[in-house]
């Protein structure tokens, strides 16, 4: 197969000026702030987590678990092809820069899905943790959290580092606090854990626990940031790769602990089918600790928007900016803000679609989320393998050990999680893969100037 050459855009016509610029300002304390806040412990744990746990019962740690093991090859690949094409465009850069076209742009489409989708959900969950000061309509509470978080995006993206840091630090607080109660409680031994059951009797097939992985890869999903932060790191063949070690192996333990001291401590099984996590934090300790609980989560939720607004943003930056849409639109979405550096139309752009979409059911939300993280996945670990042809030989790029096996694992472990997931979720998500193959074929195809992948 010949080496895909990739064009690099430097103006946006001829005679205009290029456009400007990220600024490299972050470094591995930074990303690591920013791409673990994006991961969101306290928020994947109390929102993503309980319907994992209504589920899978005791096998949820488990779940969590294999989820991990999987992440550490695909955090490989991400490594390796992150320091290969340092761009703010993420997967589907790399996937354009060491594949094809076509593939970076239907890996562009996945990504997009999953980044439109999961904001408004985990905004939405805000309401059930500020209820117990005050009570707000779910979707108007998700559509504030998500015009707030976009007005932060718009400033300095070094001051957002540290605004997550603090977050971050509340939600560690809260998550520290909930294991702490949970292993104090503890009321039955530590074999239910690889004992997948709902009530301790009745246990759960290892085929329902794999079908969940789907959904655990989701909760520890966030490690991939780095590569979105690759055109703002300083050295990026060094920070991106320890940013996504760095950040998987902390929320890791983050998420993974707490899970493990709820099933451990939970009054009885059955709680866990329908689990209120303030609830039980109050029948732990008192009505005032579940208060405090109730109002980190909120922060928590809040600190994940704002850092997924800030991702977001520079993916679609990045499309406009390689020319995936009609001139007029992709010079708008490439504007950078020349005071704080931000992509600021591009930011606008995804908040104030995200808070839209707050008003949609959770339920059509959430269909098909996971079949698109599972896909994306499998996208970058099967491109890892076309990414050491003699025309992606560079310098500084980070290699991974035990390549070619590591991504061909890999590659086979999700494509077994991608056929167990549900058909309906499936045939949705091919239905928009099926719409996105036809505006390529229809319209970029044949336009040799459109879908530059642009490497800084």
Not at 57 to 82: D, H, M, P
Not at 266 to 293: H, R
Request: proline content about 7%; charged content about 10%; hydrophobic content about 55%.
């Amino acid at each position: 197969m010949p080496p895909h050459p990739v064009p690099v855009q430097t103006d946006t016509a001829a005679g205009s000026p290029a456009p400007r610029s990220l600024t490299r300002s972050i470094g591995v304390g930074g990303g690591t702030l920013l791409t673990l806040s994006c991961v969101t412990p306290a928020s994947s744990l109390f929102v993503l987590v309980p319907p994992l746990f209504g589920s899978l019962g005791t096998g949820t740690a488990l779940a969590i678990g294999l989820a991990v093991l999987l992440c550490v090859g695909i955090a490989f690949c991400y490594s390796e092809l992150g320091t290969l094409v340092p761009s703010s465009g993420g997967e589907y850069a790399m996937v354009s820069t060491v594949v094809s076209r076509f593939a970076g742009w239907i890996t562009f489409m996945l990504s997009f899905i999953v980044i439109l989708v999961v904001p408004p959900i985990i905004a939405i969950g805000v309401a059930d943790y500020l209820s117990v000061i005050v009570h707000v309509d779910p979707s108007v509470a998700g559509a504030l959290v998500m015009l707030a978080s976009t007005g932060m995006g718009l400033v300095n993206l070094r001051s957002n580092a540290w605004l997550t840091g603090i977050f971050l630090v509340i939600e560690i607080v809260a998550i520290v606090v909930v294991s702490v109660l949970g292993f104090a409680h503890t009321d039955r031994p530590a074999a239910v854990l690889v004992r997948p059951s709902m009530d301790g009797v009745h246990p759960i097939a290892l085929v329902s626990v794999i079908a969940g992985l789907a959904v655990a890869l989701f909760v520890v999903q966030g490690f991939s940031t780095a590569v979105y932060l690759a055109e703002e790191m300083r050295e990026p063949h060094k920070t991106v790769s320890r940013t996504v070690f760095w950040t998987l192996g902390v929320s890791a333990v983050v998420i993974l602990v707490p899970v493990i001291a709820i099933t451990l401590g939970v009054p009885d099984l059955a709680t866990l089918q329908n689990l209120d996590l303030t609830a039980l934090v109050v029948n732990w300790s008192s009505s005032t600790f579940g208060t405090i609980i109730s109002l980190c989560i909120a922060a928590a939720i809040v600190n994940a928007v704002i850092v997924m607004v800030i991702q977001n943003s520079r993916v679609l930056y990045a499309s406009g900016r390689d020319r995936a849409w009609p001139e007029p639109v992709n010079r708008a979405l490439s504007v950078v803000s020349p005071r704080f550096g931000a992509p600021w139309v591009a930011t606008l752009v995804v908040g104030v679609s995200e808070a839209m979409l707050c008003f949609v059911p959770v339920e059509t939300l959430s269909g098909v989320t996971g079949v698109a993280v599972v896909a994306l996945y499998l996208a970058i670990s099967a491109s890892v393998l076309w990414a050491r042809r003699p025309a992606h030989r560079r310098p500084q790029v980070w290699r991974m050990p035990g390549w070619p096996v590591v991504p061909v694992v890999a590659v086979l472990a999700l494509g077994y999680v991608l056929v167990s997931q549900s058909l309906l979720d499936l045939a949705i998500t091919a239905g928009v893969l099926v719409v996105s193959a036809a505006y390529w074929w229809g319209y970029l195809r044949r336009r040799s100037d459109r879908w530059l992948v642009t490497i800084p």
